[in-house]
């Protein structure tokens, strides 16, 4: 199990040193897909890898030249490689809407990497329009036969059926390691469960989901230790994959995570699609009816303060820790009014501000070690 | 103490604009008064649509503007610091959250009465600016009212342009009825026809004063076209606005007979880019203007708003003008290349000497690329450009001393080429 754990890990921090060799050795063509809503299926369907494309742990070198220092980490770091020719293995990019940074990478991949393929995918944001079915699903089709074109492969129902099968197993073997988590706390790492969901993003589903059920399988029969350490949710973290330095921090403090909402977590797993009627009809679906609510998309019809609530209480937490990413403007504008309904229902919660660069870690587990204190006089 | 000279030639017109907007929010602050509906407005939605149900509505960053440029700014953000925003959200975002709290305030006996609009009976927001949607989301929370947001997507290319166009229109349908159902009146279409024709009319007028601002010195600053915006905003479509634009442009004609510029002894033309940074234009202007150096055209005025072929807005087609103008905003802010050509044809027409990219947090769309940018039209065009950083509103992104360090060596490096030609 820590062999598997160790491989993932090892795929998660090093992701397009992975994919390089990946590519030498089989020869077929990687898409890098912008977080966080490419339906990755319709790119699998057409005999290709689709990846989401992971911020590097390098530092930052080009800096503020083209992308100013108030953009994100996974912004600033992507803008980074892509003017640095790092992708340039990669043989096409695809572009979600999802917020202004992003939207101005796209236009540094599509300026910077004129030779391979290139899709802007127009996701809805306002997801509940009467307009925005029907637009999604034009969109979709585009974009199939755009793949379709480019892979010079045909891409009939059956065989996207099939893709979307070997996502949903993917996606069930992760929601039962979230289980086990959840279920006996202590038992899974906050750091090793993220580099799990990082390492699918990147590796191909099979070979993925091959190794997770051998994982499964050894950590089915384990036991969790319980340490009476204090239960909490992680939530925010959008688009990027939080360190693993400050995941461990946090377990290191005397918490145990037993869920989240992270997009490298419960977010990127959430809903599978059906496998009967149009697939595509289901991929809309998926987008406009987001199991977990978004920061990115407006009037959704669902709260992401009930969800986190809910979260909570299934999971049996006693806290939330908020991990923003710095500059992250959608999730900053979100963050009061999470933490007003989590304060109306009682549960206790912090924030830490993520950044590509972490100055000091040591403050950091002051302040989560008083949080721990805090919620631990509580429970008396 | 005497008040110092001021180098710049402020237009006699644009100082209207002051009153304007005072007479535009004194009626919005009547609206429960006069019985009419009031909405909040997030981003450029179509005001067309607005005005023809006789609807008061708030333009939030029309708010910002006119309260920064009045130092009445920094209340709004404590107030919205105290809840928890971070200081790392567009300041708009921020100063228009405080706006929220103060409406929904008990107690404003100690509030400045230009902080106060009265709370909305509905919200309308576009996603163009994702921020401002996000602020709106935010909002129709709280104040649990009926809200509408239009889906504007990020077109990178002329074909995904025009599926925009279809899908806008078709979401400006679907607001008519539901204004109607809001109202409980029907949506009142020879209205919005009549709108629509003094929609053209100012739109061609500001159109001309623009190609009028391109002799050579340029009659008009930037800043003067920056505070256009205000009319033809809050009050687009109106008379209000077609005699404003009247006068501006009589004004504009009457100086580029007289060949008085804005600026004495104009020696440089620049162009701006982004926002303005509304607490500095006088100072900037003024630091620019003793160096002979004239802030002409940029992407924001001269781009949007109708700038773009005005004339072919069809009064009899309201909806396809409104959706097309809407479409067109979010791809000029989507497509740095687009943006680049553009930026291109301004420096051939206003025959530009430099460019000024102002950077800001708070209008993200403009910011990745500004190096680029500038890289490219050096290229094309042997044209050099210089960074500074701001915001529209906050003055704690900004130094006085920065800036104007950098703008005095860009002045050099432009009167070094100047001397070289």
Same mark, same amino acid.
């Given at each position: 199990m820590e062999q598997i754990f160790s491989r993932f890990k090892e795929i998660a921090d090093q992701p397009y040193g992975y994919l390089r060799k990946w590519k030498e050795q089989n020869g077929k063509k990687i898409i890098g897909c912008l977080?966080?809503?490419?339906?990755?299926?319709?790119i699998h369907a057409a005999g290709m890898l689709p990846v989401v494309l992971q911020k590097s742990n390098e530092q930052i070198s080009l800096g503020p030249a083209n992308v100013q220092s108030y953009f994100c980490g996974i912004v600033r770091s992507l803008g980074d490689m892509i003017q640095e020719n790092k992708l340039n293995f990669l043989d096409g990019v695809v572009s979600p809407d999802i917020c202004l940074a992003i939207r101005g990478l796209s236009n540094m991949a599509r300026m910077r990497m004129r030779d391979i393929y290139y899709f802007d995918l127009l996701l809805p944001l306002a997801v509940k329009n009467k307009a925005s079915r029907p637009f999604l699903r034009d969109e979709l089709?585009?974009?199939?036969? +755009? @793949?379709? /074109? &480019?892979?010079?492969?045909?891409?009939e129902r059956d065989s996207l059926l099939r893709s979307i099968q070997v996502f949903n197993e993917n996606r069930a073997l992760l929601r039962e390691l979230c289980d086990l988590r959840r279920n006996k706390p202590g038992l899974?790492?906050?750091?090793?469960?993220?580099?799990?969901?990082?390492?699918?993003?990147?590796?191909?589903?099979?070979?993925?989901?091959?190794?997770?059920?051998?994982?499964?399988?050894?950590?089915?029969?384990?036991e969790?230790?319980?340490?009476?350490?204090?239960?909490?949710?992680?939530?925010? +973290? @959008?688009? /990027? &994959?939080p360190s693993r330095d400050i995941l461990d921090l946090i377990e290191d403090a005397g918490c145990i995570v037993v869920d989240d909402d992270l997009y490298a977590g419960g977010r990127y797993i959430a809903s599978d699609l059906g496998m009967d009627g149009d697939p595509l009809e289901a991929i809309a679906s998926r987008h406009l009816d987001m199991a977990i609510p978004c920061p990115t998309r407006f009037d959704q019809g669902s709260d992401l303060g009930d969800y986190l609530v809910n979260l909570v209480n299934t999971s049996r937490a006693q806290g939330?820790?908020?991990?923003?990413?710095k500059f992250c403007q959608p999730h900053d504008m979100y963050y009061p009014y999470l933490v007003e309904k989590l304060q109306e229902a009682g549960i206790p919660n912090m924030m830490i501000e993520t950044e590509h660069e972490m100055p000091s870690v040591g403050q950091v587990k002051t302040r989560v070690q008083a949080y721990i204190e805090m919620i631990r006089r509580k429970a008396k | 103490m005497t008040q110092p000279v001021k180098l710049v030639r402020r237009l006699e017109t644009a100082t209207q604009v002051k009153g304007l907007m005072k007479r535009y929010y004194d009626g919005l602050r009547r609206g429960r008064e006069d019985d009419k509906t009031v909405a909040w407005t997030y981003g450029p939605v179509p005001f067309e649509l607005l005005r023809a149900m006789d609807i008061r509505f708030e333009h939030l960053e029309s708010y910002g503007a006119y309260l920064a440029a009045r130092q009445g700014q920094e209340h709004l953000k404590e107030l919205s610091n105290r809840v928890g925003y971070s200081p790392d959200i567009c300041s708009y975002a921020r100063l228009t959250q405080g706006v929220h709290m103060l409406a929904e305030s008990k107690d404003t006996t100690q509030v400045r009465p230009e902080l106060l609009v009265p709370k909305p009976d509905f919200m309308l927001a576009v996603t163009s600016c994702h921020l401002m949607a996000n602020t709106y989301d935010f909002q129709r929370r709280a104040l649990k009212v009926p809200g509408f947001v239009i889906?504007?997507?990020?077109?990178?290319?002329?074909?995904?342009?025009?599926?925009?166009?279809?899908?806008?229109?078709?979401?400006?349908?679907?607001?008519?009825?539901?204004?109607?159902?809001?109202?409980?009146?029907?949506?009142?279409?020879?209205?919005?026809?009549?709108i629509m024709v003094k929609v053209r009319e100012a739109a061609m007028l500001r159109v001309e004063c623009m190609k009028l601002s391109q002799s050579t010195p340029s009659p008009m600053t930037i800043f003067d076209h920056f505070i256009c915006l205000g009319p033809m905003h809050v009050w687009?479509?109106?008379?209000?606005?077609?005699?404003?634009?009247?006068?501006?442009?009589?004004?504009?004609?009457?100086?580029?007979?007289?060949?008085?510029?804005?600026?004495?002894?104009?020696?440089?033309?620049?162009?701006?880019?982004?926002?303005?940074?509304?607490?500095?234009?006088g100072r900037l202007s003024e630091k620019l203007g003793s160096a002979g150096a004239n802030l002409i055209a940029g992407i924001y005025t001269h781009c949007f708003f109708y700038s773009h072929e005005p004339e072919k807005i069809d009064p009899d087609h309201p909806l396809d003008a409104i959706a097309e103008e809407l479409a067109y905003i979010t791809m000029v802010f989507s497509n740095v290349e687009y943006r680049t050509d553009m930026i291109q044809k301004l420096c051939e027409d206003y025959r530009i000497n430099g460019l000024v990219m102002h950077s800001s947090r708070t209008c993200q769309p403009m910011d990745i690329g500004q190096m680029d940018i500038i890289n490219t039209i050096e290229k094309r065009l042997?044209?050099?450009?210089?960074?500074?950083?701001?915001?529209?509103?906050?003055?704690?992104?900004?130094?006085?001393?920065?800036t104007e360090t950098r703008l005095e060596a860009f002045l050099e490096v432009l009167q070094a080429r100047k001397k070289a030609a």
């Open positions: 977080p966080m809503y490419v339906p990755e299926e319709i089709e585009r974009f199939k036969a +755009s @793949l379709e /074109e &480019f892979s010079g492969n045909k891409i899974i790492g906050a750091a090793d469960l993220s580099s799990t969901v990082v390492a699918g993003m990147v590796m191909p589903k099979e070979e993925h989901s091959r190794l997770l059920a051998e994982l499964l399988s050894g950590l089915r029969k384990k969790a230790p319980s340490n009476g350490a204090v239960r909490v949710v992680l939530s925010g +973290s @959008l688009c /990027e &994959f939330v820790i908020f991990l923003i990413v | 889906d504007v997507p990020f077109t990178k290319s002329m074909s995904d342009f025009k599926r925009s166009v279809a899908h806008v229109k078709r979401q400006l349908e679907d607001f008519i009825v539901f204004l109607e159902e809001l109202t409980g009146r029907p949506f009142d279409h020879d209205r919005l026809r009549e687009r479509g109106t008379t209000e606005s077609v005699e404003y634009f009247k006068a501006l442009k009589a004004e504009v004609e009457q100086r580029v007979a007289n060949k008085i510029g804005a600026v004495p002894d104009e020696k440089y033309r620049l162009y701006w880019d982004n926002l303005p940074i509304w607490f500095k234009v042997g044209i050099p450009g210089v960074v500074i950083d701001g915001d529209p509103t906050d003055p704690s992104y900004y130094s006085d001393a920065q």
